[in-house]
């Protein structure tokens, strides 16, 4: 052990010696050219393209829908007030394509892949009522007259919609309107029942939901 320390100390010597002897007077003021440090920079921009990827899989977690909407063109400050307006329930990011596709690769969400092209904005809709939650955008839009910066495409229960379809998710019914349609099936006729259940699966859930409810409280009268 003592050896091997020994022999450390004394290869450093010869080493610190020549470099104090070979410098040269007229440059002896300059500093001596060490190796570079290594470049972080990489790491960071890593690191922060690894934090992006995990805040949109965190939106993901109780996500509804997913929503490409054209962001070039707007200003921070546009940027800022559309969020201002928009509800609790509703998150809005601006995330390179990439790094969003890294996120939803391999997912449901993966229907999205049409819209990863240009600059997108990223709407989280984390609520089952859909409307509701898009229509602030829609007012912000038409109030700024931002025609351009319209929906590029959107994914709800696994399905892709263009922009040309968009007015089926704006024009859903809402959780109340659910229900009272399909409560008054499942106390109607079964020819009426069958064509109700023909709807999008979350209704029928939403029904189903409610209909227990109405039970339990019934049962609880």
Request: glycine share 4%; proline share 6%; charged share 25%.
């Amino acid at each position: 052990m003592e050896a091997g320390l020994l022999s450390f100390s004394s290869s450093l010597s010869p080493l610190c010696h020549s470099r104090t002897s070979t410098l040269n007077p007229r440059t002896s003021s300059k500093s001596p050219n060490y190796p570079r440090l290594p470049v972080i920079r990489s790491a960071v921009s890593r690191t922060k393209k690894e934090e992006t990827v995990e805040t949109v899989k965190t939106h993901l977690e109780n996500c509804h829908l997913l929503a490409a909407i054209n962001y070039k063109g707007l200003t921070v400050k546009q940027f800022q007030d559309l969020r201002r307006t928009l509800p609790e329930t509703t998150k809005l990011i601006v995330a390179k394509n990439t790094l969003v596709f890294k996120a939803i690769e391999g997912t449901k969400w993966e229907a999205l892949k049409p819209c990863m092209k240009g600059m997108n904005a990223w709407l989280f809709v984390q609520t089952d009522e859909i409307p509701s939650a898009i229509k602030p955008y829609r007012s912000f839009q038409k109030e700024r007259k931002l025609d351009d910066n319209d929906f590029a495409g959107a994914v709800f229960e696994g399905k892709f919609y263009a922009p040309d379809n968009f007015k089926a998710l704006e024009t859903m019914p809402t959780r109340a309107e659910v229900y009272a349609k399909m409560l008054g099936a499942l106390q109607s006729p079964a020819i009426n029942l069958v064509s109700t259940l023909q709807a999008p699966a979350i209704e029928v859930i939403m029904v189903l939901k409610a209909y227990v409810k109405k039970l339990e409280d019934e049962s609880n009268a």
